[in-house]
């Protein structure tokens, strides 16, 4: 990784075509009531992103991102070692968000390295992303993680074959087990419980996904043979306390997506049917369906997410890809001006015991400076999982500098 990264920073030596860009952010999360296992009410979060990218050739670009980050709360780690992985608990002080090399040749694309991975169509929820894992410390505030991967893309009037070989599990960051976006069941309460670690689960991933632009519609299916990147948990006891350990089941997916623009509004739908090898796991059946209507300045979205359990194993786990589904779905845009816009985004549990809103300013401040705030508000029922989170509403300031 060393001598890839010596690479990157003599390319312009070697005569490669150079583009860089970053930004610092400094954010401020306030929360309104304190939760039973986390009496902190302000966070400050600082951020350094350093993106660059090299074109060699017309046909030969690597591209290199690195994090560096801290925070007030104890989400970042305080070590100095640079995450290549990404499979610490903490998020780490100083990341390799990416490093990849791709080659283009006519139709034919291969990139290798660590790289971000996207499938499916809808918005909000995406059942076919199987390559995505994200940073669910604060559950509702999540971003995407790279994976390591060889993808190899081959596209020929309007036919798109994507193969993926992921050698290296990435799995998802989970909120950690003292703060307040891990919500202990009530059996277990006044119960000390302590990290017991993770089982990461060793061999490949690999996914295969074909999609078809046609004549007024858009379609794909996918396959994916690998492993969940969010975990299920197992107890174990040990000196008066119950060690918790993640283990990270086999999974099959089989899934679809379509997209149909009309003259009002654009169609889409995706589904995934999950299947595992893994005792512990569910068996399940997901699908979003949603329309999508651009008028003006205002970009709408709306929709409802479902799930069908063909066989269910194990009630402890964390999922809020299916913490999302049985709900309705709902994404808006405004672009006020050039500087200003505002942003709309929410789910509500079909049978009203859940609620997530968020809404969302943004406005720039001449050619480098953003100022974006947001307030979050979360209700509902202590048994449904938007509900368990309903003291975590919370408001969020952030200033960014970009270079």
Do not use: C
Not at 271 to 279: E, G, K, L, P
Not at 352 to 377: D, N, P, V
């Amino acid at each position: 990784m060393r001598r890839g990264l010596a690479v990157l920073l003599g390319a312009p030596l070697l005569g490669a075509d150079f583009s860089q860009r970053g930004f610092v952010e400094l954010r401020t999360v306030l929360y309104p009531q304190t939760a039973a296992n986390d009496r902190a009410r302000v966070v400050a979060e600082g951020l350094l992103r350093y993106e660059a990218l090299f074109k060699f050739s017309g046909w030969l670009r690597a591209a290199g991102a690195l994090d560096a980050r801290t925070d007030t709360h104890h989400q970042t780690s305080r070590g100095f070692q640079v995450s290549v992985w990404d499979r610490e608990r903490q998020r780490p002080a100083f990341a390799l968000r990416r490093f990849s090399v791709a080659v283009n040749r006519g139709s034919f694309t291969a990139e290798f390295g660590r790289q971000f991975v996207r499938w499916g169509k809808a918005d909000v929820l995406n059942p076919t992303d199987r390559f995505a894992p994200r940073d669910f410390l604060t559950v509702v505030d999540n971003d995407f993680l790279a994976v390591t991967a060889a993808r190899w893309s081959w596209e020929r009037q309007g036919h798109t074959l994507d193969a993926v070989l992921a050698p290296r599990f990435t799995p998802s960051r989970i909120p950690l087990l003292n703060q307040r976006w891990v919500v202990v069941p009530e059996a277990l309460r006044g119960i000390p419980l302590a990290d017991g670690g993770a089982r990461f689960p060793g061999g490949a991933q690999f996914g295969l996904r074909w999609n078809h632009v046609a004549r007024g519609f858009e379609h794909s299916f996918s396959f994916y043979e690998g492993f969940h990147h969010l975990p299920l948990f197992e107890g174990r006891p040990a000196f008066g306390r119950i060690e918790v350990v993640r283990f990270y089941p086999a999974l099959r997916m089989y899934g679809a997506d379509a997209a149909a623009p009309l003259r009002w509004i654009t169609l889409k739908g995706e589904a995934a049917w999950f299947t595992s090898r893994t005792a512990q796991a569910d068996e399940y059946v997901q699908y979003v369906v949603q329309a999508e209507r651009q008028s003006g300045e205002w970009f709408l979205v709306g929709g409802y997410a479902g799930e069908r359990v063909t066989r269910r194993r194990n009630p402890f786990g964390f999922a809020p890809d299916r913490g999302l589904t049985r709900a309705f779905l709902g994404r808006a845009g405004y672009t006020i001006d050039a500087n200003r816009s505002l942003a709309f985004e929410g789910a509500v549990r079909r049978n009203g015991k859940g609620l997530w809103l968020r809404i969302e300013y943004s406005q720039g401040l001449g050619a480098h400076w953003r100022l974006t705030s947001s307030f979050t508000l979360i209700r509902g029922a202590q048994e449904d999982f938007l509900g368990q989170y309903r003291r975590n509403s919370h408001g969020i300031l952030s200033l960014r500098y970009s270079f």
